[in-house]
């Protein structure tokens, strides 16, 4: 189970003598580390790179687990439960892959250039994704994930920016990369996750594994299977290329709402740093369990799996569809849940409806019993109770199967009482972090025994935090109580660059290396960060007043389980707000029902439309973002004045969402223009009108 260091919450970071620079504030730094950053695994100094990380716990744990994962069975339909290769069996196959890619490159495609180059990885996690990627460190070539929603076009891009060579990914992307081979003229090889052999065909008869290498051949593309290049590496192996702590490990490209995605150059010293950084906290053990769903395109999950590995931990993934994924962490037990906010309020709703807004004796005493934790929480008398645990929590519990001992929870603000509430009674520590692909998802996290929601926690042991003065928005390092501005941070975990594009790394990391955010923070007095703001997207109102947009969205959606996409608009010639949203159908059906007398299903779509065309509905959806906007603490301007319900999602495929689930809002306000225009007409024709 994790060991925490004991941290004093009433006094967490403070700011270096003597680093204040006009315009600034000084350098925060967590209380313990003032004399110095974290930038290695303190009980493994000698380890430098990911490479070494890995070898280091193989040589610790051979014998233990590490990946596990629910097979399917083909006759039964079924998914069995959770079988697992131990840290020899996969330093087994990532040398057998390794040495067969690297075989492929040199030998069958004819590449002169032996490492460095690019390895395209197109997967959701699973246990070949882990192989792949730790292959390419154990060969010191670069691993380039590429987004399992990304559309054709940024594929393309990625493919043809990072010139990958070998594309990995599940076998329903095979044709993808086939049918669109001269749109990225660099690869030359497609290894598929998945078996494409059919087992034993009639005789005569042609496989689909076939039809698929010979379309290749056509396209110039070569088609193998994963245990193809395992064998191929086992019979001609090669020897390790151990990187240099400068070496990029991977380019990880960050989807924009605008322009093309930017490929940040994560680097082998970097990722140790994070690892090392992570330990200071929280040290996971060998008995620890991880449910990893997290996207391993993305940082938080990257640095969580690699973690994970360097402690011995097993590591369960999803079977890759979310709508099972509380199925498969009953199964797994795990103890450490690295999650986001939005399936926390999926979670929170579910245990409250069945809790505290239960009928009867049982909702009176689960009310009584929540009330009586979050007072003991509010007290600093920890998260668990002798009695409503017995009575009531032991069994809430078990909606993460009963063992989870730390739920991690970032990318996006998580509600006060979610907070709260998840922490009494899952009887267990939650933490929310800050932090960016740049800083390797690195930046600020809430100590272990916090009990104060509202904040995300100081920076962490390898990380140095300033806030810049944003004149234009009145956010000053000066300002009473507490200073406000940009949040930049510092260390060894912070990325070096953009690959192939020095004008956006100039314009987000300085010469000192501090790495601007775009996100304006607030430092208490117990030297903890809240986010307040956003320093891009920004926009006047009539008025003056000035909108970061992004922030109403995460409050709101924070607040509000109706949910489940909401884009928030306004511009300069308009003195309100209006929104459009895509409602949560899971919450919003039972409540639009009972507004409207109706017993739609969600399988009813001619239902669902005229549930938000209700205008009896759209009142009272605009009736629960104005509570959640209370909530939130908007400031009146902030609130949205008019709603207009779809259930047109905003999707990668219909390029109104990034692959990281960001809107991108110039084309949502182009494909909604119609409706915004009428909710503006609507909020005109209802204005009183003055009185001369």
């Given at each position: 189970?994790?060991?925490?260091?004991?941290?004093?919450?009433?006094?967490?970071?403070?700011?270096?003598?003597?680093?204040?620079?006009?315009?600034?504030?000084?350098h925060?730094?967590?209380?313990?580390?003032?004399?110095?950053?974290?930038?290695?695994?303190?009980?493994?100094?000698?380890?430098?790179?990911?490479?070494?990380?890995?070898?280091?716990?193989?040589?610790k744990?051979?014998?233990?687990?590490?990946l596990?994962?629910?097979?399917?069975?083909?006759?039964?339909?079924?998914?069995?439960?959770?079988?697992?290769?131990?840290y020899?069996?996969?330093?087994?196959?990532?040398?057998?892959?390794?040495s067969?890619?690297?075989?492929?490159?040199?030998?069958?495609l004819?590449?002169?250039?032996?490492?460095?180059?690019?390895?395209?990885?197109?997967?959701?996690?699973?246990?070949?994704?882990?192989?792949?990627?730790?292959s390419?460190?154990?060969?010191?070539?670069?691993?380039?994930?590429?987004?399992?929603?990304?559309?054709p076009?940024?594929?393309?891009?990625?493919?043809?920016?990072?010139?990958?060579?070998?594309?990995?990914?599940?076998?329903?992307?095979v044709?993808?990369?086939?049918?669109?081979?001269?749109?990225?003229?660099?690869?030359?090889?497609?290894?598929?996750?998945?078996?494409?052999?059919?087992?034993?065909?009639v005789?005569?008869?042609?496989?689909?594994?076939?039809?698929?290498?010979?379309?290749?051949?056509?396209?110039?593309?070569?088609?193998?299977?994963?245990?193809?290049?395992?064998?191929l590496?086992?019979?001609?192996?090669?020897?390790?290329?151990?990187?240099?702590?400068?070496?990029?490990a991977?380019?990880?490209?960050?989807?924009?709402?605008?322009?093309?995605?930017?490929?940040?150059?994560?680097?082998?010293?970097g990722?140790?740093?994070?690892?090392?950084?992570?330990r200071?906290a929280?040290?996971?053990?060998?008995?620890?369990v991880?449910?990893?769903?997290?996207?391993?395109?993305?940082?938080?999950?990257?640095?969580?799996?690699?973690?994970?590995?360097?402690?011995?931990?097993?590591?369960?993934?999803?079977?890759g569809?979310?709508?099972?994924?509380m199925?498969?962490?009953?199964?797994?037990k795990?103890?450490?849940?690295?999650t986001?906010?939005?399936l926390?309020?999926?979670?929170?709703?579910?245990?409250?409806?069945?809790?505290?807004?239960?009928?009867?004796?049982?909702?009176?005493?689960?009310?009584?019993?929540?009330?009586?934790?979050?007072?003991?929480?509010?007290?600093?008398?920890?998260?668990?109770h002798?009695l409503?645990?017995?009575?009531?929590?032991?069994?809430?519990?078990?909606?993460?199967?009963?063992?989870?001992?730390?739920?991690?929870?970032?990318?996006?603000?998580?509600?006060?009482?979610?907070?709260?509430?998840?922490?009494?009674?899952?009887?267990?520590?939650?933490?929310?972090?800050?932090?960016s692909?740049?800083?390797?998802?690195?930046?600020?996290?809430?100590?272990?025994?916090?009990?104060?929601?509202?904040?995300?926690?100081?920076?962490?042991?390898?990380?140095?935090?300033?806030?810049?003065?944003?004149?234009?928005?009145?956010?000053l390092?000066?300002?009473?109580?507490?200073?406000?501005?940009?949040?930049?941070?510092?260390?060894?975990?912070?990325?070096?660059?953009y690959?192939?594009?020095?004008?956006?790394?100039?314009?987000?990391?300085?010469?000192?290396?501090?790495?601007?955010?775009?996100?304006?923070g607030?430092?208490?007095?117990?030297?903890?960060?809240?986010?307040?703001?956003?320093k891009?997207?920004?926009?006047?109102?009539?008025?003056?007043?000035?909108?970061?947009?992004?922030?109403?969205?995460?409050?709101?959606?924070?607040?509000?389980?109706?949910?489940?996409?909401?884009?928030?608009?306004?511009?300069?010639?308009?003195?309100?707000l209006?929104?459009?949203?895509?409602?949560?159908?899971?919450?919003?059906?039972?409540?639009?029902?009972?507004?409207?007398?109706?017993?739609?299903?969600?399988?009813?779509?001619k239902?669902?439309?005229?549930?938000?065309?209700?205008?009896?509905?759209?009142?009272?959806?605009?009736?629960?973002?104005?509570?959640?906007?209370?909530?939130?603490?908007?400031?009146?301007?902030?609130?949205?004045?008019?709603?207009?319900?779809?259930?047109?999602?905003?999707?990668?495929?219909?390029?109104?969402?990034?692959?990281?689930?960001?809107?991108?809002?110039?084309?949502?306000?182009?494909?909604?223009?119609?409706?915004?225009?009428?909710?503006?007409?609507?909020?005109?024709?209802?204005?009183?009108?003055?009185?001369?």
């Amino acid at each position: 189970m994790p060991i925490f260091t004991p941290q004093d919450t009433s006094k967490q970071s403070a700011e270096v003598p003597g680093t204040r620079t006009p315009g600034a504030t000084g350098h925060y730094r967590q209380l313990g580390y003032m004399n110095g950053l974290v930038d290695h695994i303190r009980e493994a100094p000698e380890i430098k790179t990911v490479h070494e990380l890995f070898l280091h716990a193989v040589a610790k744990f051979p014998n233990r687990d590490l990946l596990g994962h629910r097979p399917y069975n083909s006759v039964t339909k079924t998914y069995g439960g959770y079988v697992w290769q131990t840290y020899t069996q996969v330093i087994r196959r990532v040398d057998a892959f390794g040495s067969g890619i690297m075989h492929l490159n040199e030998v069958i495609l004819g590449n002169t250039q032996l490492n460095r180059w690019s390895l395209g990885i197109w997967a959701l996690g699973r246990p070949e994704w882990y192989i792949s990627d730790m292959s390419c460190n154990m060969f010191n070539l670069m691993s380039v994930p590429l987004y399992d929603t990304l559309g054709p076009d940024a594929v393309e891009y990625v493919c043809n920016h990072a010139e990958i060579r070998v594309v990995v990914c599940t076998a329903n992307h095979v044709a993808t990369l086939l049918r669109n081979a001269d749109r990225w003229p660099n690869v030359k090889a497609v290894i598929s996750m998945d078996s494409l052999s059919e087992g034993s065909p009639v005789p005569g008869s042609t496989t689909a594994a076939n039809i698929l290498r010979s379309w290749g051949e056509e396209r110039g593309i070569r088609v193998y299977d994963f245990d193809e290049i395992e064998r191929l590496g086992q019979q001609f192996p090669r020897k390790y290329c151990p990187p240099q702590p400068e070496d990029i490990a991977a380019l990880c490209y960050t989807s924009g709402t605008t322009g093309q995605p930017k490929g940040a150059m994560i680097h082998h010293g970097g990722m140790v740093a994070a690892v090392g950084a992570g330990r200071e906290a929280m040290q996971m053990t060998e008995d620890d369990v991880l449910i990893s769903y997290l996207p391993l395109a993305h940082m938080m999950g990257r640095i969580v799996d690699t973690s994970a590995s360097f402690y011995g931990c097993k590591i369960g993934y999803f079977r890759g569809d979310l709508m099972l994924l509380m199925e498969d962490i009953a199964e797994l037990k795990p103890t450490y849940f690295p999650t986001v906010p939005r399936l926390l309020n999926r979670i929170y709703a579910n245990i409250v409806a069945s809790t505290i807004e239960a009928p009867g004796f049982a909702g009176k005493m689960c009310r009584r019993a929540v009330a009586a934790k979050l007072a003991n929480l509010k007290a600093g008398n920890g998260v668990t109770h002798p009695l409503w645990d017995r009575l009531v929590f032991n069994k809430v519990k078990m909606a993460l199967g009963g063992r989870v001992q730390v739920i991690l929870t970032g990318s996006a603000p998580i509600a006060n009482e979610v907070m709260s509430f998840m922490r009494i009674a899952m009887c267990c520590v939650v933490t929310e972090g800050y932090g960016s692909t740049e800083s390797l998802a690195l930046g600020t996290l809430t100590f272990p025994n916090e009990h104060v929601p509202g904040h995300v926690g100081c920076p962490r042991s390898g990380i140095e935090m300033k806030l810049v003065d944003v004149p234009e928005m009145k956010y000053l390092s000066t300002d009473k109580p507490y200073p406000r501005g940009e949040i930049q941070f510092r260390g060894a975990s912070i990325f070096t660059g953009y690959y192939k594009d020095e004008e956006n790394t100039r314009n987000t990391i300085d010469s000192e290396g501090w790495l601007a955010t775009g996100d304006i923070g607030i430092v208490d007095d117990r030297g903890c960060l809240t986010i307040v703001d956003r320093k891009k997207n920004i926009f006047k109102l009539a008025q003056g007043e000035y909108i970061a947009p992004e922030k109403i969205e995460n409050i709101l959606t924070a607040r509000c389980n109706l949910i489940l996409q909401i884009y928030v608009h306004g511009d300069s010639l308009e003195s309100s707000l209006v929104a459009i949203s895509v409602p949560d159908p899971e919450m919003f059906i039972p409540f639009a029902n009972a507004i409207a007398g109706t017993q739609v299903t969600i399988a009813d779509k001619k239902g669902l439309m005229a549930l938000v065309r209700d205008p009896k509905v759209n009142a009272a959806y605009l009736k629960a973002l104005e509570k959640a906007g209370k909530a939130g603490e908007l400031r009146g301007f902030e609130f949205v004045k008019r709603v207009y319900l779809t259930f047109d999602a905003f999707t990668v495929d219909n390029g109104l969402m990034t692959p990281t689930s960001k809107v991108r809002r110039p084309q949502v306000r182009e494909h909604f223009q119609s409706q915004i225009q009428d909710m503006y007409k609507d909020i005109h024709s209802t204005a009183p009108v003055s009185k001369l």
